[in-house]
């Protein structure tokens, strides 16, 4: 089991950056599946950025693509997320994902929010 706990959210204006940061404990984040979801009022949770475990490439939502990057600290057992070029469209709570390669069991974080706004 792996409890995760996510920060860096705030307010930031159109444009600008910001890094969240997802850290794991419990478990080594080198046996999971990791990703960001985001999720506005009213709407589905939808798939941002995702990083397998082994092997594979990471993806991107069409819609992040060249402005966001997912990366992961396996000595920190932390997992990133950085974002550039904000949009006010980007405004959401960002959640994170891990999902056990072996087991298939999912975890999530408790969100954080950003919000884009001039």
């Known amino acids: 089991q792996v409890h995760l706990v996510e920060s860096g959210g705030g307010l930031v204006q159109p444009g600008g950056s910001l890094r969240l940061s997802c850290v794991a404990s419990g478990s080594s984040l080198s046996n999971y599946d990791v990703a960001w979801h985001r999720q506005t009022p009213g709407k589905q949770r939808e798939m941002v950025a995702h990083?397998?475990?082994?092997?594979?490439?990471?993806g991107y939502a069409d819609s992040v693509k060249g402005r966001f990057t997912i990366s992961r600290d396996n000595a920190k057992n932390t997992v990133y997320l950085q974002m550039n070029s904000l949009k006010p469209e980007d405004t959401a709570v960002y959640y994170c994902l891990a999902i056990n390669d072996r087991t298939g069991y999912d975890y999530w974080g408790q969100g954080t929010q950003v919000t884009v706004s001039s």
């Open positions: 990083d397998p475990s082994v092997g594979g490439r990471t």
